[in-house]
């Protein structure tokens, strides 16, 4: 078994950042000075929809800070087609549960703030070194901040490929950890996380030694969960891929029976054409169209 856990898994992603200091360091490098988080409280991650026909949503970590704002981070390991439109339903959920009942609420709402790490490429048409997308609400003409309100942050992992002494700042450290923790040497001393308590605290949190047996027990059934699934999914598209590479040789046999056919009827329809016979002639005896007999 390995040194450390997978950081990507939820149950050891949420236990790790279950620590508000670690979470409000987290917070502050991600947002690279963009704001300035002093403290944290947690807030309950389910959130219940006006309608029991509504899906409800389960955030992996929910905080807001000193002043009010609201944080959203969710680390996503499996590959969601619409993801997003789920992180659109997550600020707007966030954004929604501000409101109050009553002719006194104007409106006001306090900044939502998601950051969302992906264990898979999102935007598959932008180049493999962008790891980083930083979306909010602009003017379209001039590229302004129309309503600094609602702010986006999406990390694509798999376009993350830097060692620790290429990263240029601690967000990119952070990336490098949630991404590598389980492939690390427990024995070894990674210099530029050792400089620096919060990684060091971050290193030890995810040791697996460090876990107690209910909490080992717990990581192990969500590693299972993901592997059982990953492995399905993996024999559906193996199986998905076989079925179409059958389906399109016969496809492509058809096809080709068809085009033979076609130049066949091409090739009598322009001997009768070369014997002076008429095109209508030609038309009714070969199948093709008027308009196909001219251009032989």
Not at 54 to 65: A, E, F, N, P, S
Not at 84 to 92: E, H, N, P
Request: charged share 30%; net charge negative.
């Amino acid at each position: 078994m390995a040194g450390y856990v997978d950081m990507k898994l939820d149950y050891s992603f949420k236990k790790a950042f279950s620590d508000r200091e670690q979470l409000c360091a987290f917070l502050n490098d991600m947002l690279r000075g963009e704001r300035v988080v002093k403290k944290v409280e947690p807030r309950n991650p389910e959130w219940l929809p006006p309608s029991p026909r509504q899906r409800k949503v389960l955030i992996d970590v929910y905080c807001t800070d000193e002043h009010g704002a609201h944080f959203i981070v969710e680390m996503q390991y499996a590959e969601q087609k619409f993801f997003k439109d789920r992180a659109l339903y997550y600020d707007c959920m966030c954004v929604v549960q501000q409101g109050e009942r009553g002719e006194a609420w104007k409106f006001e709402i306090l900044p939502v703030v998601s950051i969302y790490l992906l264990n898979f490429v999102l935007h598959k048409d932008k180049p493999m070194d962008k790891y980083r997308t930083d979306v909010g609400i602009t003017d379209l003409d001039s590229g302004e901040i129309y309503n600094p309100k609602v702010r986006d942050i999406f990390i694509e992992l798999p376009k993350f490929n830097k060692f620790p002494t290429e990263c240029v700042d601690d967000s990119e450290l952070w990336l490098y950890l949630i991404k590598n923790m389980e492939d690390m040497d427990v024995n070894a001393v990674y210099f530029p996380f050792a400089k620096d308590s919060k990684f060091t605290k971050f290193l030890q949190a995810g040791r697996l030694a460090s876990y107690t047996k209910e909490e080992l027990d717990q990581y192990l059934y969500a590693l299972k969960i993901y592997r059982d699934s990953k492995n399905i999914y993996d024999t559906a598209v193996e199986n998905g891929e076989k079925k179409g590479f059958e389906k399109g040789k016969q496809v492509g046999i058809q096809m080709g029976v068809d085009q033979g056919i076609y130049e066949e009827k091409r090739r009598v329809a322009k001997q009768m054409k070369q014997q002076g016979l008429p095109i209508q002639t030609i038309a009714i005896c070969s199948g093709l169209t008027e308009a196909e007999i001219k251009l032989l």
